[in-house]
């Protein structure tokens, strides 16, 4: 139950962050929706998730640990199927410049969102977890 919990308030932080920092995430303004959402992620990360790393861990072992962000898409997307207000939609990045550093203007589709999604959930995830171990 305590790793339900901490994996829900995770997830409940990284959807708000993905949500009002890209627009990423569309839970139409509704807290339920995102209460909802992270608490079924935990749960299919829980149950699902183990049974798609052991089914496609060959896939894993030849990408070498890379194939765990498509595995981390699949689950998200089954959320977004089982919560029809919960959406993940694509985006526009509008460029960045800093410092003589640039990033140009980038346009998302749906997949791409959904890897960048799962990239930043895997990453907010493991930069909570590293802190408060």
Do not use: C
Not at 52 to 66: E, R, S
Not at 89 to 105: D, E, M, R, S, T
Not at 112 to 128: A, D, G, P, Q, R
């Amino acid at each position: 139950m305590k790793r339900i919990l901490r994996s829900f308030f995770i997830n409940f932080i990284a959807f708000w962050l993905i949500s009002s920092l890209l627009g990423a995430i569309d839970f139409s303004g509704r807290m339920e929706i995102l209460i909802l959402a992270s608490l079924l992620l935990a749960i299919v990360d829980l149950v699902v998730k183990p049974i798609l790393n052991l089914v496609l861990l060959p896939l894993n072992l030849i990408t070498l640990g890379a194939f765990r962000w498509i595995i981390n898409v699949i689950v998200i997307y089954l959320v977004t199927l089982l919560i029809p207000e919960f959406k993940v939609k694509p985006f526009i990045f509008p460029g960045l410049q800093l410092y003589g550093f640039v990033i140009p203007l980038l346009h998302f589709n749906l997949f791409w969102t959904y890897i960048l999604v799962s990239f930043i959930l895997s990453l907010v995830s493991n930069l909570t977890y590293s802190l408060f171990k």
